[in-house]
């Protein structure tokens, strides 16, 4: 994490402030790979360089519900193994617009409450927000359609968090 994309060490001098973030983590050009440098998730050793650094989509899923992170209730059909980050991007647009759209979403919106599942939609899909603004939307649909949505278990137990 400490060279290109994400220069954590701020070698360059364009990472921006935690501060600055917590109003908006996206960029106006797009996605915002840097502030994955703030991130606590317990979710970055698998995304940031399966999904990120790797472009392999299929083994953040695996590695994601090794890990038994969050749940994302995504099921965007359009994304494929071989979907880019500017294509993610405008799903993410046409799911999720402006104005408090996933463009203008900081980190000051991470729901309280329990990080191992979740029993709202609204803080699920807060998640799906940051997944958009952080770069690895597309990450997370492949993650969720490749684990949750096929074990019937999950299913059973977050049906209720399905988009309708």
């Not at 703030?38 to 995304?47: D, L």
């Not at 992170?69 to 494929?80: G, M, R, S």
């Not at 949750?148 to 988009?163: R, S």
Request: one cysteine or more.
């Amino acid at each position: 994490m400490c060279e290109e994309p994400f220069d954590c060490l701020n070698a360059t001098g364009t990472l921006e402030s935690l501060e600055d973030l917590q109003h908006g983590i996206a960029k106006p050009s797009g996605t915002n790979l840097q502030s994955w440098c703030y991130s606590e998730a317990r979710s970055i050793e698998a995304v940031v360089p399966h999904c990120l650094l790797r472009h392999d989509p299929l083994a953040t899923a695996k590695a994601l519900f090794a890990k038994s992170v969050e749940l994302h209730p995504l099921d965007d059909i359009d994304v494929t193994l071989n979907t880019t980050i500017p294509e993610a991007e405008a799903m993410c647009d046409a799911r999720y617009p402006e104005p408090n759209g996933w463009r203008s979403v900081g980190f000051s919106a991470i729901p309280a409450g329990p990080k191992d599942h979740f029993t709202r939609v609204e803080d699920a899909e807060k998640y799906v927000l940051f997944a958009c603004a952080m770069g690895n939307y597309h990450g997370d649909v492949i993650y969720c359609r490749e684990s949750y949505c096929h074990n019937q278990y999950y299913k059973e137990k977050f049906q209720h968090l399905a988009p309708k």
